[in-house]
């Protein structure tokens, strides 16, 4: 019997309301095997010793320890591990950064340093990560806080500023990937150039062409040279009228994150 | 005629463009949203006027476009 995602001495004529009184008592919601039971119905549902329960208190989240042990569980060591020592830069926390540092943080990469100058504005939320009551806030630090919010194990170092070839060492200094995130197509080159002359160790993931409504099959993933990857159609600037649109760069994010991902668990070679 | 090979595939230029940003500039790519690596090696924007180009190079061409 699995009870809060742990093994759990089972026994004979075992109750909901038993289980909740020995394990939770403060619950206010058990799932039995998927299904939601409110505290009414405990006495009279008997659980097995093959039954997945879980108890509940609204809006109360697992500590940070209690996460690790989580993902540990649903992805296995071999895969939580790494990726809890593993540090990923994110160089602009717009449509790209935003969605991408989401995956990374629920994924449980264990460190994420977030750079943006920008404050958010109306126009960001067609696509970007952010709520209507984040409006003026700066956007490093609210998706340092939104990302704390789905994951209590995660550190997130952020900086609001302009990021810049003589900053940029200095900031991902630590990294073992950066995500390029950026918008303009200069400032894009200036952050591949600068992390792959002046820090070594790391590996850039890079995007270009992501807007519009074009097939979002034609966004691929591929290996430009050693430490530089690039995802995207390579040809879909964003232009008016042909902007940027949630899907599409969702699905250029989720390749950026997910590249980074299969980069930290040795899937992918990127020497 | 002198060569380079860009992006993997020859192409003869007469005259040899002199400098990483000369051959940008000859092929039609915006100098600031291209990254240049020569012989293997990254190509910074400030040194790409003073990057001469000789022939049979190997020379990688990333054309970014906006959007993020």
Not at chain 1, 84 to 93: E, L, M, S, T
Not at chain 1, 233 to 260: H, K
Request: glycine fraction near 8%; charged fraction near 25%.
């Amino acid at each position: 019997m699995l009870v809060n995602e742990k093994e759990t001495p089972w026994r004979e004529q075992l109750t909901l309301a038993d289980l909740a009184r020995e394990i939770k008592p403060d619950a206010e919601i058990a799932v039995l095997n998927g299904f939601p039971l409110l505290p009414e119905d405990w006495d009279k549902t008997p659980v097995g010793c093959e039954d997945t329960v879980t108890l509940l208190r609204q809006g109360e989240g697992p500590t940070a320890e209690d996460f690790r042990f989580l993902l540990e569980e649903r992805h296995t060591p071999e895969v939580a591990r790494p990726l809890a020592q593993a540090v990923v830069g994110i160089a602009g926390c717009g449509g790209l950064g935003s969605h991408a540092a989401y995956a990374l943080a629920r994924a449980g990469v264990g460190r994420l340093i977030v750079a943006d100058l920008d404050v958010i504005e109306p126009s960001n939320l067609n696509r970007q990560a952010y709520r209507l009551c984040q409006i003026a806030c700066p956007k490093a630090e609210s998706l340092a806080s939104d990302l704390a919010a789905v994951n209590p194990a995660v550190r997130v170092d952020y900086h609001c500023l302009r990021l810049t070839g003589e900053n940029i060492p200095v900031i991902f200094a630590d990294c073992d990937i950066v995500l390029e995130c950026f918008d303009k197509p200069d400032q894009k080159r200036m952050l591949v150039e600068t992390v792959l002359r002046e820090l070594p160790r790391a590996t850039v993931i890079a995007a270009s062409g992501l807007a519009g409504t074009g097939d979002g099959n034609a966004i691929v993933a591929r290996k430009i040279r050693d430490r530089f990857f690039l995802v995207g159609d390579g040809e879909s600037a964003a232009s008016s009228p042909r902007g940027l649109l949630a899907p599409r760069v969702m699905v250029a994010a989720g390749q950026q994150a997910l590249l980074a991902l299969r980069i930290i668990l040795d899937e992918v070679k990127n020497a | 005629m002198p060569e380079l090979i860009i992006n993997g595939k020859t192409e003869s230029f007469d005259p040899l463009p002199e400098s990483v940003l000369a051959l940008m500039k000859a092929i039609g790519l915006d100098p600031d949203a291209t990254l240049a690596e020569v012989d293997g090696e990254i190509v910074s924007r400030a040194a790409a006027t003073m990057r001469k180009l000789e022939p049979g190079n190997k020379i990688e061409l990333v054309r970014f476009v906006g959007g993020g």
